[in-house]
């Protein structure tokens, strides 16, 4: 079977989507389900079971699966730039994927696929190269980023890196993550605003190089995201640390302006004060490095950003929907 942690959440669930669209449904989803929406997520999907985080973490190291795991897809992880419980973090991003990783090093030939982040980059000082012999580098502006990279850090020095895969996401928006509260894209916060008022806000801009608005980042589809990193379970060949996004770098007046479109609405932004809190641990520019993804055979060509805010908004904002295996 098929493990997915963090499979009720964004991405998780996307790719368990794509998994049952190849008529994949051996998977077991790992979460914790607490009294969040995301369980909606689950309600379209085909899986064997679900279990709570704590549970598998205990199955798995006293080897109650047996042989019985062929891939496991390491997704869950608390995604909150603003979350203040530094031990929490260290806890549940940093430590429990240790514990995974240290127990696929005894069974190699379940392939393990991690979610590393583009907040690892910080702000971008030593540019967004996925290069581990450079990771040492790298000073992220958050503690979320933080438990990240020092997981990197960890496959690195150990030499897991040799036999495992770690993604280092940028911007993923699109359907699914209607549960994430503050950490949803600003396509899906803004869109009521905009259907209802014809408005959107946006964070004025404290670096004289920038424009208000015109902040930039590698804002990538769901389903690209997920489409690339099946890729790796594809390719059991690829180990490494690897960047997924688009490769092109556009503006927060880009975002906006598109989903004015899809709403059908004329454009109108105004510009609010960024909270003090954010103004020292903000990334005014992201943009993924894609060339070792595409010298290891990687080819797929990402949704163009208005496009896939079109199909956002349509197929999905507009109509409360999810990702479902039967549909699109």
């Not at 429990?96 to 696929?113: E, K, N, P, S, V």
């Amino acid at each position: 079977m098929i493990v997915i942690t963090g499979g009720a959440g964004f991405i998780g669930s996307a790719i368990a989507c794509r998994l049952n669209r190849r008529g994949i449904d051996d998977l077991l989803i790992v979460d914790h389900l607490g009294e969040s929406e995301k369980w909606k997520n689950l309600v379209p999907l085909r899986y064997l079971d679900y279990l709570d985080r704590s549970d598998f973490i205990e199955k798995l190291e006293t080897n109650a699966f047996g042989n019985d795991i062929r891939a496991i897809f390491h997704l869950g992880a608390c995604s909150s730039t603003t979350e203040r419980n530094a031990d929490f973090l260290m806890e549940n991003n940093y430590r429990y994927t240790a514990r995974i990783a240290q127990w696929q090093t005894i069974h190699r030939d379940c392939r393990f696929i991690y979610a590393s982040s583009a907040a690892t980059y910080g702000a971008g000082e030593q540019g967004y190269k996925d290069d581990a012999a450079t990771l040492h580098r790298l000073r992220p502006l958050n503690m979320y980023g933080y438990s990240k990279h020092l997981f990197d850090l960890l496959a690195r020095r150990k030499g897991w890196l040799d036999h495992m895969v770690g993604l280092k996401y940028f911007n993923v928006y699109g359907p699914n993550e209607y549960h994430k509260g503050d950490m949803r894209s600003v396509v899906n916060k803004a869109y009521p605003d905009v259907r209802d008022n014809g408005r959107i806000r946006l964070f004025k801009s404290y670096r004289r190089d920038y424009g208000d608005g015109e902040q930039v980042r590698d804002f990538i589809y769901v389903a690209d995201a997920a489409a690339m990193t099946l890729f790796f379970l594809d390719h059991p060949e690829v180990n490494g640390i690897f960047n997924i996004g688009t490769g092109t770098a556009r503006s927060w007046n880009d975002v906006a302006r598109a989903l004015f479109s899809a709403a059908g609405k004329p454009v109108n932004i105004e510009y609010v004060p960024m909270p003090e809190s954010l103004r020292g641990k903000y990334q005014y520019h992201t943009c993924a490095d894609l060339s070792r993804l595409r010298e290891a055979g990687c080819t797929h060509a990402c949704t163009p950003l208005e496009e896939a805010v079109r199909e956002y908004v349509r197929d999905y904002l507009a109509l409360d929907s999810r990702l479902d295996p039967e549909k699109g």
